[in-house]
């Protein structure tokens, strides 16, 4: 730290970051929501992250719902109903669970956006916020929710893995449904809930088994979509997000214990609670948010130009988990 006397003589603060990642197992453990390691900062440590600073077209962004695009050609989406298994770790930043890739667990979705190229679901993130309308990344007509369950998946056609693509053109799809507090909870996102505590800390993993992520996601044809970014670095600009138009559901109950996961270690003085971290919203700079939501007029008298578009989550129903 130190104190720059300028020309006109006013004296300025200067903070200096010095980051040496041999002290660090990876960049992965360095990079956080908040203070010297939050977003601000990603872009300027690291070069491989340069698109969190420089990048145009960046997640997540706010739903307008006076700038949606309707695109008739757009398809419902198809999730298959394979169960898989893998590995739910708390990453310090959020809750991970990773699919093992081999052919039993393969999962893939079709129609949508995702017309041209077959995707594989790789991984799933589940973020909540400390509180009610805090935890979601992405916001719908400047409103955020309860959490964001985000599911993404990597295209089989052009790459090896999830890593080759998320650095590539057409690389990954985006998954994204909204969370609210309701007087169930989804049972997928239950599963989730009943096995924090066993992740309680950050670095801690467990064996986890026959999640669907077809029934982890609402029921539901209706969507939004747009072409945009990671939301954690290196934030590359490889992903069609597409964001369901119902929540997922869960009970005070459950989300309190996804709150209680930590972002700090067992060994830490005093919990630092994960809950509540995620990007901030980002900059639309032109670009289209389709939708296969049709916004008819009430009278065949409405001219378009007068017509009030609204979109928002739309209620869901309730289901039960199915048996494996």
């Known amino acids: 730290m130190m104190t720059i006397v300028t020309a006109t003589g006013r004296s300025s603060l200067v903070v200096l970051i010095c980051v040496f990642p041999g002290f660090l197992a990876s960049w992965d453990d360095w990079w956080s929501y908040d203070g010297f390691s939050g977003p601000s900062f990603w872009g300027l440590v690291n070069a491989d992250w340069k698109m969190c600073s420089k990048g145009q077209h960046q997640s997540p962004i706010n739903i307008n719902p006076n700038l949606l695009l309707y695109d008739p050609l757009l398809k419902p989406l198809t999730i298959g109903k394979t169960r898989v298994s893998g590995k739910l770790t708390n990453t310090g930043q959020f809750l991970l669970f990773e699919i093992e890739n081999h052919s039993k667990n393969e999962i893939t979705i079709s129609g949508g956006p995702f017309t041209t190229y077959r995707y594989r679901l790789s991984k799933v993130i589940v973020r909540v916020g400390l509180k009610d309308q805090t935890g979601s990344e992405h916001a719908i007509d400047d409103e955020k929710f309860s959490g964001e369950v985000q599911v993404y998946g990597y295209n089989i056609d052009l790459y090896r893995n999830f890593t080759d693509a998320m650095k590539m053109p057409n690389g990954l799809a985006g998954l994204s449904a909204v ?8 049972p997928e996102l239950k599963y989730f809930a009943s096995m924090a505590s066993d992740v309680m800390h950050k670095g801690r993993s467990i064996p986890f088994s026959s999640l669907s992520i077809h029934y982890l996601m609402p029921e539901t044809s209706q969507y939004v979509t747009y072409e945009g970014s990671l939301t954690f670095p290196g934030c590359h600009e490889s992903v069609t997000w597409l964001i369901m138009n119902k929540p997922v559901y869960i009970n005070h109950k459950d989300m309190k214990m996804l709150r209680e996961l930590q972002r700090s270690d067992e060994h830490a003085s005093s919990p630092m609670y994960l809950g509540g971290g ?16 049709s916004f008819k007029a009430k009278s065949a008298t409405c001219r378009s130009t007068q017509r ?12 039960n988990r199915p048996s494996n």
Not at 179 to 186: A, C, L, P, W
Not at 308 to 319: A, F, S, T
């Open 179 to 186: 969370i609210e507090i309701h007087s169930f909870t989804n």
């Open 278 to 293: 995620g990007r901030k919203l980002m900059a639309l700079n032109r670009r289209v948010i389709r939708t296969n939501i």
């Open 308 to 319: 009030r578009l609204l979109y928002k989550v739309n209620p869901w129903r309730k289901l």
